[in-house]
């Protein structure tokens, strides 16, 4: 489990990263596999698969009916978490969602998932499908990932959706959640949404990962509020290496997270995409010997699946 990880390492901070499985028809397991394999040298004692939803424009509807689109689900997690747990001996830590999911397929996934030998998950909303601009749960799904929590944590007592069985052997997840020390775009205020936090504490959450930020002070204020209103669980900070200019204006747009003006600055003077990710590499590497000097549990890295600038980053701080 995650938070056993986090409890044998004794203080001393662990790496961990995100990969996201390939769109189809893309990279092959392999190809995903000897892309992340460079990272294996910092023996991660997690890896985090990420879950997705993708819409289709359906042109030919089998009713001759007008084109629509679709979303579905992006297959991978489920597999891409096996094979690295066989290959790498790590444990994965597949990332399961509201969206797209009822709660018949929720328990589904779960039961899959411990037969795998899968002890942890990341439980999320998951993000707006592109057609929407509000999110619509799935016809008897969950709305809010603290509901999805509070599933989890039934069917770790044996309590599952039609029947409650006194038996010992049910599944028995480490549940993590996210949080946004910038906050969530869509809640109206910070301390809405810390209340919202407060809620998937208090349906079970397990450990919290965050939001990627290149400003750690914005860090350090969360944690402070957190310890000041009892949320004790581990705070595993998120953190992305900027790798190209491009990057300076699409990050916060996506991700909704300040750029320091000093990183603005330096990835602007840069002149080419490889100046400005020295520029990204060198400020996650300060990022992250202060996190590690505060002592965070893990510097989780949100890789895209590529080994590259988190390794140029990590051999310098680990
Ligand atoms: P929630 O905690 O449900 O919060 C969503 C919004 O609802 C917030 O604004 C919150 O304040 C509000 N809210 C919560 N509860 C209530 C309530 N009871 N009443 C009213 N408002 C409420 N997305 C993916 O699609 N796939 C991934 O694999 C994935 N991995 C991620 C990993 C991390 C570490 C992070 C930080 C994000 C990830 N995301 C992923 C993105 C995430 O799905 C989106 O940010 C999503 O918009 C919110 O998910 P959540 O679990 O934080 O939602």
């Known amino acids: 489990k995650v938070t056993e990880h986090i409890d044998n390492a004794k203080g001393k901070t662990l790496f961990s990263i995100e990969i996201i499985p390939p769109s ?12 992340i394999e460079p990272m294996m040298e910092l023996n991660p004692p997690f890896i985090d698969v990420t879950y997705h939803r993708e819409e289709y424009l359906i042109k030919d509807m089998p009713d001759g009916g007008q084109k629509e689109v679709r979303t579905r689900k992006r297959p991978g997690t489920v597999g891409i978490c096996s094979a690295i747990m066989h290959k790498f001996d790590v444990d994965a830590v ?3 969602l509201c969206g797209g999911f009822n709660k018949e397929d929720t328990e589904d996934l779960l039961f899959d998932l411990s037969y795998l030998g899968i002890d942890n998950v990341m439980a999320l909303r998951g993000d707006i499908a592109k057609p929407f601009n509000v999110f619509k749960p799935k016809k008897g799904g969950h709305q809010y990932a603290s509901q999805l929590i509070s599933q989890i944590k039934d069917i770790n007592a044996g309590k599952y959706l039609y029947e409650e069985l ?8 480490c549940i993590g959640g996210a949080a946004y020390p910038e906050k969530h775009y869509e809640a109206q205020s910070m301390d809405i949404d810390f209340e919202n936090l407060k809620r998937k504490v208090d349906a079970g959450m397990d450990y919290i990962v965050t939001q990627m930020f290149f400003n750690n002070q914005k860090y350090f204020d969360f944690v402070n509020k957190c310890r000041a209103n009892g949320i004790n ?18 990050l916060p ?12 600055k330096g990835v602007a003077a840069a002149k080419d995409n490889a100046g ?16 590690k000097e505060y002592g965070v549990p893990a510097l989780h890295f949100y890789t895209m699946s590529k080994s590259n600038t988190t390794l140029a980053v990590a051999k310098e701080v680990f």
């Open 24 to 35: 189809k028809g893309s990279n092959s397991i392999g190809d995903l596999l000897s892309g």
């Open 253 to 264: 747009e996506l991700f909704f997270c300040d750029m320091p003006e000093d990183l603005r």
């Open 276 to 291: 400005a990710r020295e520029v990204g590499v060198e400020w996650c590497v300060q990022q992250c010997k202060e996190l």
């Open 166 to 173: 006194e038996s010992e052997t049910h599944p028995d997840f």
């Open 233 to 250: 669980i581990p705070i595993i900070p998120g953190l992305k290496v900027l790798a190209t200019k491009r990057q300076l204006e699409i």
């Open 94 to 96: 597949p990332h399961v």
